[in-house]
């Protein structure tokens, strides 16, 4: 052995193991945080809230009065929505996420278009007057090439209604599916992607209930 080789110090052993244990302690916590995160994955594939866990959840919604607005949308009355599936989605022309669920609403509406027991009720809200909300609604269905039927909701009553029942002030948009008998049985307060997704499932299953 060289002179210079001799003077080379040496790790002491317990500095060695200490490493190895470091090592070994950071790659356990790698793996328990990757298998967390396909736990997360696997068993909460959405990340959705729940729309059946709203305190109005089982509770009527009484007091719907709109008016046709776009898009051939028929007159309802209030006793019209009796016996039927209805989705009844608050929405405004200047709200973001609005514009972001209108063309996958577009979508349900036409899915279920045919159905004799559904009823679709888009609320275009926010405009003092009928001419304002059918100037803007029509501008914006324009732009984004829709065709959907859309109502007005005279003096805010279905916004007041809403309100009621729900105990607290409307965000849009807001989703509410109510079944045969007027009972809210789902309500989406905004809009994340797969929302309409779960009102399509519900919608479908409420269908196939006896009245």
């Not at 776009?70 to 009844?88: F, H, M, N, Q």
């Not at 732009?143 to 039927?149: F, K």
């Not at 009553?157 to 789902?186: H, N, Q």
Request: net charge negative; with cysteine.
């Amino acid at each position: 052995m060289s002179e210079n080789e001799s003077q080379v110090p040496q790790a002491p052993e317990g500095n060695d193991r200490l490493t190895r244990q470091t090592q070994w302690s950071n790659w356990v916590v790698l793996a328990l945080l990757v298998i967390a995160f396909i736990f997360v994955i696997r068993f909460r594939p959405s990340g959705l809230p729940d729309a059946t866990q709203h305190p109005a959840v089982g509770n009527k919604l009484l007091g719907l009065r709109v008016e046709p607005l776009t898009g051939g949308a028929k007159a309802v009355s209030a006793a019209d929505p009796r016996g039927k599936v209805v989705l009844v989605n608050f929405w405004a022309t200047w709200c973001g996420p609005c514009r972001q669920e209108l063309p996958h609403l577009a979508e349900l509406e036409e899915q279920f278009r045919d159905e004799p027991d559904f009823r679709f009720l888009a609320i275009s809200c926010g405009q003092h007057t009928f001419k304002d909300a059918l100037g803007e609604t029509n501008a914006l269905l324009k732009e984004l090439d829709l065709a959907m039927p859309t109502y007005y909701d005279p003096g805010g009553t279905s916004v007041a209604a809403y309100e009621k029942v729900a105990k607290e002030r409307l965000s849009l948009p807001t989703t509410v599916i109510l079944d045969r008998e007027g009972v809210i049985r789902g309500m989406w307060i905004g809009y994340a992607p797969g929302t309409t997704k779960q009102m399509a499932q519900m919608v479908g299953e409420l269908l196939q209930e006896k009245s």
